[in-house]
């Protein structure tokens, strides 16, 4: 059984930062893709940015320059720094991972997420 855990969320004012983590465990093989997805209010789930086991990275157009994805591959974790946060960053933050298990079966699989609101 696999499991992805998401820590960092938080409440802060516009031009803060936050730092989201998240780590996946369990019965692991390999991580592939990791990503942060975030879903505001009355919006569709959107990806904020994902990155590979070799680093390539990729974001959404509105966090560019401000927010940056990393990972350990050592600790199955992923990171998202977030700067100079905007009122509408508000939304629940979900951690996402493409995961080969020890019984190679690869599936994709989601955090519970985490809230981050920023108050302008």
């Known amino acids: 059984q696999v499991q992805l855990v998401e820590s960092g969320g938080g409440l802060v004012q516009a031009g803060g930062s936050l730092r989201l983590s998240c780590e996946a465990s369990g019965s692991i093989d390999s991580v592939y893709v990791m990503g942060w997805y975030r879903q505001g209010p009355g919006k569709q789930r959107e990806l904020v940015a994902d990155?590979?086991?070799?680093?390539?990275?990729r974001y959404e157009d509105s966090v560019k320059g401000r927010f940056t994805i990393s990972r350990d591959n050592a600790k199955n974790t992923v990171y998202l720094q977030m700067n100079s946060l905007k009122p509408e960053d508000t939304a629940v933050y979900y951690c996402?991972?493409?995961?080969?298990?020890?019984?190679?079966?690869?599936?994709?699989?989601w955090g519970p997420g985490t809230q981050v609101t920023v108050s302008s």
């Open positions: 990155i590979s086991s070799r680093g390539s990275t």
């Open positions: 996402n991972a493409d995961i080969l298990t020890r019984w190679h079966e690869s599936h994709n699989h």
